[in-house]
């Protein structure tokens, strides 16, 4: 594997929405759509991503940056076994720069980041139909009411980030 190319995988709300903001990022590769686990109590799989990317177009911490603006990364909501907020790294070294990131980044929100740093354990793939959701169906009603609005503000904070 080129030494440019990584990856991280990352959880927050609906792999829906963020499989589509990310699809939308420069230096994105591929994102798999799917559910993650991690260890200890976070064994259960998790709605999540996997983000193959070129570290020479984008980093890891605005990466980092574009998810917590695009989740309730400050909510402890009754939904967060299903929706764990969280950033899952394969190397050490990510893990060591996530979070620092997350430190760097906690002057942007109000309220305290909930967002977790864990371990890559494992990873199961989404059904193929629901793959690729936000590109296959955009006018529909849960892309119009949840996608469309990230993106919309993918688009005003992070505009030189997109494709």
Not at 141 to 147: A, E
Request: glycine residues 4%.
């Amino acid at each position: 594997m080129d030494a440019t190319l990584k990856k991280i995988a990352l959880g927050g709300g609906c792999h829906w929405c963020t499989e589509a903001v990310f699809q939308q990022v420069i230096g994105v590769l591929k994102v798999e759509q799917g559910y993650v686990a991690s260890k200890a109590k976070h064994v259960d799989y998790s709605e999540g991503v996997i983000i193959h990317y070129d570290r020479n177009k984008i980093s890891l911490k605005s990466l980092i940056e574009i998810h917590l603006h695009t989740h309730q990364s400050t909510s402890n909501h009754s939904m967060r076994n299903k929706y764990r907020s969280a950033i899952y790294y394969y190397k050490e070294n990510d893990k060591i720069e996530a979070l620092a990131s997350l430190n760097n980044l906690r002057t942007d929100f109000e309220k305290e980041i909930i967002t977790k740093v864990l371990p890559f354990i494992s990873f199961k793939s989404s059904r193929e139909e629901i793959q690729n959701y936000y590109l296959k169906g955009p006018d529909k009603p849960f892309c119009q009411n949840f996608i469309s609005p990230k993106l919309e503000l993918l688009k005003r904070k992070f505009y030189t980030s997109l494709k």
